[in-house]
């Protein structure tokens, strides 16, 4: 695991990126795992910059995202659907049909899981961004979770609807259940970028790093992974 330690968002914002404009100047038609969440927000605006400045285009990208809540209708405006296409899809080339969401919302949720887990089966994602929750779940893999799941409907903890509930109107609109790639997909891709910001996830950032590999901390699997960069900034790193 590499750490990379840089001052505050902004500079982790632009670290991170410079990781997938080089990848994508160097792999034009790409596949690229997206998280949504705070943390990678930054990062979207400084590829969007890029591909303002032509640097970069996404005409040949292909993307998965990590994780989708249930039962939320795709426009809901806190769907990971609308997150995507409003912090990045929006203002990029990208093709509509290279765009893979997982669906959460229908009546046969283990199908919608099955059709999801095909997907990446058949893909090969080059790089998978990622944020870490405050109880070191990665995309919605919260603690406990088997290092051998694929993607599944999960029942979201009550730490993580608290983490969440900023952006709805109050907690009982924050969905109880999501849709998420499991953590064996995840550790599929090729190379894993990791971004926490913030003294929120001070703790976080200290059981990844100095903490042992165990699925009560699902974030830790990735020290069994050849190739993870792991951005921090300073008040995320204040506990190591
Ligand atoms: C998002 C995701 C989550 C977030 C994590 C951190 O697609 O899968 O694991 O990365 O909850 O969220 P933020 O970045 O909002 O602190």
Known sequence: MKIVEVNDYQELSKVAA????????????CTLGLATGSSPIGLYQNLIAAYNKKEISFKDIKTYNLDEYCNLDINHSQSYYTFMHENLFNHVDIKEENIHIPVGNGSDLNKLCDEYNELLHKASIDLQVLGIGGNGHIGFNEPGTSFDQETFIV?????????????????????TSAITMGIKNIMQAKTILLVASGKSKAEAVKALIKGGVTETFPASVLKNHKDVIVIVDKEAASLL
């Open 155 to 175: 029942k979201l903890t009550e730490k993580t609807r608290e983490d969440n509930k900023r952006f709805f109107n109050s907690i009982d609109e924050v969905p």
């Open 18 to 29: 410079k990781v997938v404009i080089d990848l994508i100047k160097a792999k034009p038609n």
